[in-house]
């Protein structure tokens, strides 16, 4: 297959994977009890026959697939529809909800990576620490985010007052990086020793590569590939990661929207909502399957 | 012609006893820590308490206490639930109940300047009951004849019925400028005549109101401004305690870890939670129609125990709190339930034939102790329990099924006791919440009670209302729980509503004050 034919294959399948979300998460909303109007009347003393004109003027009364067609189409449009709660353009939500979530999630990334090569490498020449690197994978496995989160607004704020419990992204951003750093550790410190033994750094060594060069140079690159088929699931743990904290530390984020949009029934934000973060999966899961490719030439 | 103040100060004499022993009773435990000072103007109120879905007052359909600092009403409702002239000077009554005329007050300013005056009243009364579909309290507008503006300063309605909570319902029809973008159809900056100007507001995030330098009560607001955080945020107690909120609703389960902080104090809304057990009244199944059965189950809970999983709670078996006006003692001390009797249980299914263990018994609910408490008690009486529990929506909506035995719930505060037993009816709101109840008797006597004008005979037949939800084992009634609010030690003056309001004629975030 060409080259062109290839990656037009790749893009059907991931705008397939899209639609396929799309179309589940609107019938999933559906199949949970409950809509906006219900939300609405349980916060209030509205009447049946109020619920009933609530939900005409929402367009709840209209089946499912009349409602999927609708939001569809001016999907398509580029207007993914107004908010049953807010009436605000749900577009503008989103938009106003993005920079907060690639901001922490980038933040997080950037420390995650950081920690995680750092320590495989220090690990890698003082064999002493490889304890810390096995703890801090532990960590990352069994400490839910949402305890460690907890945790860190009683010591930082409640405690030593350093910080503001709500509404900054420092402690966030730090619990995020951990989880990340304790996942990418341990295989890359693996791998590194694997590879510090390996014949063509033996060879590079005898030539009189020095260390600093054959670290960077060499092992790094050679061990990363090792590192590459966990992305999807840093990515995955990354978006999980971010949304909780967002709700915690009350960061006006896409999570901290979801949520409050599950809880509200509020269906186009919700739809919105898991639309962007899928695309934002699907498009790392392509950069990585390119990385891969540059820096795999097995896997060409 | 009678005045609503005198009317309510009255009906509520027991109610503002016991808040005042309770206060008297707090007092030296406060000492240190809230000592009385002259009060400091500036500053800004960090509060976490309540929501705020639209900025529109007229359109929210029953939860948007944040609001109500930049628009008010012509009524107002006191801590201790009587209600009070606001935008309004003084109140009169026709004595068939009828007519209602208001004299407003003088020299009230909207937030541009222009005074308000009657005309600006009737049309925010036609915008609610004429143009603002599905909205809170369009019903009850519909039982209006007339409303009329005979002079600048007094606007009069005229009813078709008596309808008793009329002047409390109106506390919660907010006077805006018609002259208000969006008036016709959405509004998205208000302008009001509260202590607080409407500022800024993102939705979800947060709302600031800058303090109106001109408001009508001389002197205040005493703030700056006021700042509601309405995130969605898993724990307001930590950012409490870490001094990031002055004043914010706390979980029932931190209100010891407040206690114990010497610069936080706890405090309650005005009004209760009536908690209780309903059965499915609209389509019984198997034996649960059989009263004796209803009776077996009733004398299997320990109210005391169901409470106390409730927290913060007093025991009771009416719908009104314990103290309160609507509160009878001398029912209250008839209750035959008021202690669990597992004998008289089993004696009771054993006539109706019943055998627990061969008996399934579905319990729908939220997800909570007091609802996992419930499905434990029917399980020590060895009947074949399903029990569903799902989040709030999915909870109320499975409710319509009607195809369950018992729910466990506890409903909120309410302006005014017909919000209470308006739900009881056969046409209220959210009756699957207390089991459908269609019952005609049971509505003639709500309606004889809200359209009866005298207080006492209004009273006694609520309480005839209630009596016979009791002899009908519709609802059994476990007891009352308060809402618990976090307050720092530096807020002043600040005491809770009766329900979330957080502004009132004599009381909230307009007198609140920050001691430095």
Known sequence: MSRAGRIGGVALRQVLL?????????????VVPG?????????GDITVAQEDLLRRMLGLDIGWPGQLLAWGSD??????GTSLRYGQPVSDMVWAALPVTLGLAAAGLAIGLALGVALALLAMLRPGLAALVDALNVWSIVMPTFCVGLAGILVFSVWLGWLPSLGHGLVPAAIIGLDIGGQIAKPLMEDLRETAEARFVTALRSRGVRRGALVWRHLLPNSLTAVLPLAGLIVAGLVGGTLTMEVLFGLPGLGALLLDAILGRDYPVVQAAILVLSAAVIAANLATEAMQRALDPRVR | MRRIARRSLAAHRLTRLACLIAGLATLPALAPAFAQQEPQRGGTLRIAQGSLRTADPHRHTGDSPVQQVYAEALTSISHDGSVKPMLAERVEVSPDGLAYTFHLRRGVRFHNGREMTSADVVANVERVRDRVQGGWLTTAMRGLRAVEAPDPHTVRFVLAEPFAPFTNLLSELWILAPETEGWATTINRPIGT????FAEYRPNIRFVGEANRDYWQAGLPRLDAVEFDIRQVADRSLALRAGDIHVARIPDDAVETVRR??????????????????FNNRSPR????????????AHAFDKEAFMQTVGNYVVGNQMAAPGSYHWDEAMERADPYRQPDLARTRALLAEAGVVPARTPLRIVSWQNDYSLFTAQTMRGLGFNVEHIALDDIGMQTRLTRYDWDLTPVCSGPRADIYLRFVRLMSEGPRPQMWGGIQDARLDQLISQAVTTVDDAARRRRYLE???????SHQVLVLGHRRSPIGVRAEVRDFQPGFTVSPHRVDGGVAYTWLAR
């Open chain 2, 465 to 471: 209302a209630w009596q016979h939800v009791m002899d």
């Open chain 1, 35 to 43: 809509d906006a109007v219900d939300v609405m009347a349980s916060e």
């Open chain 2, 194 to 197: 509260g202590p607080f100007r």
């Open chain 1, 18 to 30: 899209l639609l396929g979300i799309t179309v589940a998460v609107f019938v999933l909303l559906r």
């Open chain 2, 286 to 297: 198997g034996p649960f129609a059989d009263l004796r059965v209803r009776r077996a189950i």
């Open chain 1, 75 to 80: 999907a398509l449009m580029g207007d993914l």
């Open chain 2, 261 to 278: 902080d010497p610069n936080l104090r706890v405090t309650f809304y005005g009004d209760t939670e009536w908690c209780a057990v309903s």
